[in-house]
């Protein structure tokens, strides 16, 4: 926004961009800035300068912004920052034409009632030139803080603050931090923080590295109140410092002043991220800064978009029918183009979810070992949605387990059917519990229980019934058996030897001592 702002404060809130005193990472809109403010002293005993008030013109030209200030008359300080980077800005407060500077006049005894007495313990640190670097960071949606580090008025030396300088990595005592004489390179600690109430309500506290102070802003695009106690370290012992301050103000912005936006260009293309197929969607642009949302346009059939901005940093949200929507942070640089691929993941149906899920659980159970769990998670996931990659894949791994499981367990078994029928039907068992129906995991045991099942008695065959003794063989006369072996010898001639051998055999039996039918039956059988 190129505008012009008008601003009545009461207080050090010289700076729409600072907290209250401390400042910020960052710049304002490009623009013009009139602000008048000013504070009234509470509290205190020695009422100095009960109420003074100032003018400030200031100029935003992102990353650069600067801050005239009339503090009198015969008073004024020039302020500038640069923002480095989202997060991080360098800046010169106050500078002027004399080492010593504050809202009620220069020189080094002229101030509120605490800058004065810096010059009874060591010294005032001259303002002239408060370099300094902030870094600022949003910690939560409703909470961000800022903390850096800065020299001249910066610089404190009171009871608590002299505890935050860079005088205390040098001083040996208390007494010599406070009272020794102080360098005017010193450089101290500050921070501070907001806390967003409403989208234009926010509180700040801080600690600006002499004084504590805190506020509340009512914050909007054309108009801006706010009050604030600052100095409220004073509110401690002695009573004779007691200096705090109050401020309240308000303030208008009008539109109109500024050079000529200086432009960039986004331009990219949304896909499914999967496929790579391009699609239709509708984008919206937010300005980072003030969260303003620019009306929403939609990419080509071609998942084609170009834009082109004011530089400054934006968040891109796209989004398309049955896909996640996505958001990418972006910096328009003058005259550049970004490029910007945006992809987007297509939304899972209910049985996608669920196949999921049981995919999810099949994991877990695979990295535990419980494979039989595992692939019945996988095969559910699969009935749900079967192009689901991960519960494929998984399920091939699954198997594999199980293949190598059942084959050492097959080894053991058969290692053990010997000495140990009943420990390798178990094991069989197992392979079964892994592959039910395994045939021969069946068929070993149903072989091994039939081994081990007791033996039935044979039946007893009946007695058999004594059969009638045979009649004693015929006993041969000595001329009889004489024939016989008459008959051998011509059968032996006639080359039967056959008949021959069993003649022979018939004789002996008759006559064991016969010569000649032992020499023929000998004969015989060679011939055979």
Known sequence: MIGLVFIFLFGELEKSTALINVPTAYVGERGLEFRMFGNLEILGENKVHPFDYQFVLGYHNPPFEAYLTMYTLTTYSLDVKYQFSKNIAFGVDHITYNPWISPVGMGKSVGFVDDVQYEKVGGRPPELFSLYGVYTRKLFPFFEVSVGLGRGKFVGYGPLSHYFNSDILFASTQEELREKSHPAWAFGLFFGGKITILPTLYFAFEFDGRNGNVGAFWDTPLYQIAIAFTRLEQLRPPKALLNPRFMFGGGIKLPGFGREKRMGVIAGKVSDV?????????????????KKKLKPFYSSAMGVFRVRLPEGRYIIHCEADNYEPKRYR??????KVIRLNVMLKRKLTQEELLAEKYAREGIDFFNKGEYVKA????????????????????LKKTELAIDKLVEDLKNKAIAMERRDPKGAIELWKKVLYYRPGHKEALDRIKALQALLAPKKPAPRKPAAKPSKPKPAPKKLSKAEINKLYRNGVELYMKGKYAEAVKI?????????????AKKFLKKAKSKL
């Open 375 to 394: 692939r019945e998670r996988f095969k559910k996931a699969l009935s749900y949605n079967p192009s689901n990659a991960l519960a494929t894949d998984y």
């Open 330 to 335: 972006v910096r328009v640089i003058r005259d």
């Open 274 to 290: 999967k496929t790579g197929q391009p699609l239709v969607a509708k984008i919206t642009i937010i300005k980072e800064a003030t």
């Open 504 to 516: 022979f055999e018939e004789v002996l039996k008759h006559d064991p001592n016969h010569k000649g």
